[in-house]
């Protein structure tokens, strides 16, 4: 028997189930060495020299002796109630929750639940969050806004091993993010269908409605997995033109909204937002139709009279040189 399965099986019952060898926990969740020591050799090959090498070279550093080495404890993962004496720390402004893609409906629904933990386990980087989730299935990675979630009251503490750990996260404060191209293609299957959907010549409809497209967008995506998305689209050589056309419609009214809904509190686009101008210039450069909306969207983004200004933003060198960044030359 290897070590990592005795070490699965000492994590099973230093956080969960100490009573499968007839041992208990104090209230901070130590017990006591010599006592695992006996119960878990009754059917694992055991000893302290196994426990000491177990937890030196533990991955995770998942364990802590006390100082004279006769209580033992996981440093975090419990689901029995012990006190390990987390601290209480300031997180930072993110945060990562990877999980398995089956659980994407329910916790889009009621947000993160520690389920049969005392905590929701959070990782300070992608990378951690990407393996966590793969433990479920396919994974899928969270954003976790825990920056404001301590604003608003949260707490979150460190464990030893350096897993964040909170009560848990409600949906307002998480977004996905994107990790890999199977999942940025999902993403910009659902911009298109959304701009699809909406219809480019109905004059009815509100600007607002179209720039709720962007808003209501970002409220599920993290921003840079958006705009990921969306130069994915503006980078595709193979779009209609309808389709740079629809994106830079719902672009400008988002842009137009977002000074209002700023005002009000309420999100703030942050794009890339002269890189994204820069590629739909270069795509509808061509396009009588969108002369007036590139315009449009150029005079908002540099502040210029709509009427009374000159400026082709295809001779700008900062545009030109945000195309070359993605491969674009100008002729
Ligand atoms: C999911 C490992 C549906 C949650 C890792 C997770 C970690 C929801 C699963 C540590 C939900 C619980 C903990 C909701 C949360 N609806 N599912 N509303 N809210 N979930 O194993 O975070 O190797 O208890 O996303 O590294 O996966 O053991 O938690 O997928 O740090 O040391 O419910 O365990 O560390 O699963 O993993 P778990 P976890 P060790």
């Known amino acids: 028997m290897g070590l990592t399965e005795t070490s699965k099986y000492m994590s099973l019952i230093?956080?969960?189930?100490?009573e499968a060898i007839g041992i208990s926990l104090d209230e901070h969740g130590w017990a006591r060495v010599d006592e695992l020591i006996v119960g878990i050799a009754k059917t694992h090959e055991f000893n302290m020299d196994i426990l000491e090498e177990i937890v030196r070279t533990d991955n995770k550093q998942r364990y802590s002796f006390n100082e004279d080495k006769t209580l033992i404890r996981a440093n975090q993962g419990h689901s029995i109630p012990v006190d390990v004496e987390l601290k209480k720390m300031s997180p930072p402004k993110y945060l990562y929750h990877g999980t398995g893609k089956k659980f994407r409906e329910s916790i889009d629904e009621q947000g993160l639940i520690s389920q049969s933990r005392l905590y929701v386990h959070l990782s300070a980087d992608i990378e951690t969050a990407?393996?966590?989730?793969?433990?479920?299935?396919?994974p899928i990675v969270y954003r976790v806004w825990s920056g404001r979630m301590q604003k608003d009251g949260y707490e979150f503490y460190k464990s030893v091993n350096g897993v964040w750990l909170t009560k848990e996260v409600p949906t307002k404060y998480i977004k996905r993010e994107i990790f890999d191209d199977k999942e940025l293609k999902l993403i910009v299957n659902e911009i298109t269908d959304i701009l699809r959907k909406i219809d480019l010549d109905d004059e009815s409809l509100e600007d607002t409605s179209r720039a709720d497209v962007i808003f209501e967008l970002s409220k599920k995506y993290s921003w840079e997995s958006l705009q990921q998305g969306l130069f994915n689209i503006l980078l595709d050589d193979n779009r209609t033109e309808d389709d740079y056309y629809q994106m830079a419609l719902v672009f400008w009214c988002a842009l137009l909204e977002n000074e209002t809904r700023k005002k009000n509190g309420q999100i703030k686009l942050k794009f890339k937002k002269k890189t994204i101008i820069a590629l739909l210039c270069y795509r509808?450069?061509?396009?009588?139709q969108a002369e007036n909306l590139i315009w449009g969207i150029t005079c908002d983004l540099y502040h210029l009279d709509y009427c009374n200004s000159e400026y082709e933003p295809m001779k700008d060198e900062k545009i030109i040189s945000k195309l070359e960044q993605y491969g674009i030359t100008l002729k």
């Open 14 to 18: 230093l956080r969960h189930k100490p």
């Open 130 to 138: 990407i393996k966590v989730g793969s433990r479920h299935g396919k």
């Open 284 to 288: 509808l450069r061509e396009s009588e």
